[in-house]
């Protein structure tokens, strides 16, 4: 792994890896094993950050970032191969297409949280007479 001037590279489509010192190679994998799950759906990781305290971030192509949470690389890749495999049947539940995401938070034991571009959770006051 190296350092690239953003400046000097040319090719657009290049990830954006981050992550403390001395990690390259654990980010670098993480992203190789997150790449393929969400290419069947069109979206494109651009973005892929390891916190110092071990927390995963992701930002696809479409503007969403997911919470990936801590946890060894078969841990986090095991929660977001569940979310991909689910997140086309709660879009389209919605009238969605996978690139409404906006935000996912993976970190949860026993399932996900989303927010959809155009779906609201909150109910409007009934209005009183």
Known sequence: MFEANPGDVEDEDMPRLAGPDGTAMQVFAM??????????????????????????????????????????????????????????????????????LVTADLRHRDGYAVRLRGVGTTDVPAQRN
């Open 31 to 100: 992203y190789r094993g997150l790449r393929p799950l969400f290419e069947p759906m069109d979206l494109v990781v651009e973005e892929l950050a390891l916190s110092s305290r071990g927390g995963w971030t992701l930002r696809l192509d479409s503007g969403a970032t997911i919470e990936l949470g801590r946890g060894s690389n078969e841990e986090v890749i095991a929660r977001s191969e569940r979310f991909a495999r689910t997140l086309t049947q709660v879009t389209s539940k919605y009238g969605r297409r996978p690139e409404a």
